[in-house]
């Protein structure tokens, strides 16, 4: 059986279908860290919320936001992304006050660098503010047991419910691919039912939600998290190659983007690749001809590559051993 074990969200950009009659966890949403991912998290719910108000599950989602940032400019820049109305009634900005913002909320979202999870969760009050709360964490490489494990060391006691979720950056526009990590049955800590689906009801308002175990996770990291830069990289290269042939790069943009948003809904609807391919390149055309010079260029073999290097180097993200990237 695949991995993939269960869609619950088949389109993008609505809010979740209702699975079943759970408790709803309370109303306020903490990010911690809101940064690039976190923004995009927040922005996707925020418009999500506006389009689709009243749609069955609604009742599951937060409608008070705490963003929490380090640097005031940081906060400046969610500040400049975020609708006057979402500032002035729904969400409130934290600057290096991440204990009092997780106090006052009731679910969690762990957004920060993956380097960065111990000195946050380590600060005072921090794992008593988390006791009992769902702690949805988008961190790459940082296991769930990792982080529950840290807060029992810091808490001494107390039970703390970790649940790891990988979203990607299109969640801005509701058209993210995310992965939840589903707990084996005889896992000896299993996460709470309305802890699950409250974040199968946040993620499922940023895109399309899927659920892996945990010995795919990584896998499934490399291939929801970070392929929307190899696929930037794909319309950049065909984008310069049209651009060198005489067209515009905005024109070129444009219609590479459209052309990789068309053959992905193609083969979402159930198109076979090698099928899509080959009835787009008839024998002796001028496509073939293109996927040769492909072909020759071992393409799909730098590709799985790039996916094999992508998900080995996770394993290193929550060891410090990475730069802080400044974030604009
Ligand atoms: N970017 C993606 O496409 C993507 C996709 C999937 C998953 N992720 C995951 O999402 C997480 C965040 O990535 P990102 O790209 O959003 O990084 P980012 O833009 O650098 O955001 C990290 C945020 O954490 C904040 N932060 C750091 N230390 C803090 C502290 N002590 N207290 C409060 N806030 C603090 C930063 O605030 P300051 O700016 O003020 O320092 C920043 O807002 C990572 O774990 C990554 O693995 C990212």
Known sequence: MSPIAATLQGHSGSLPVHNGNHERVGETL???GCGVMGTAILLGVLSAQASHPKTDGADLL?????ACVRRSESADSIRSKLPPQALESTVALHTNDNAAAVRGADMIILACQPHLFK????EPGMAAALQGK???SVLAGVTSEEIESHLQSSAHDGAFSV??????IASAVQASSTVLEARPPQHPQPLPAHFI???HAIFSCVGTVFTTQPDTFSI???LNGSTPAFFAMVVDGLVDGAVALGLSRQEATQMAAATMRGTAELIMSGKATHDLRYEVACPGGATMQGLRTLEEARTRAVWMDAMRASTSEQSGLSGGLKVQRKTA
């Open 30 to 32: 903490a990010i911690l």
């Open 62 to 66: 937060p409608n008070r936001f705490r």
């Open 119 to 122: 000195p946050i969760l380590e």
């Open 134 to 136: 769902p702690v949805m």
């Open 163 to 168: 649940i790891r979720v990988m979203p990607n």
């Open 197 to 199: 689906a409250t974040a």
């Open 220 to 222: 499934c990291t490399t």
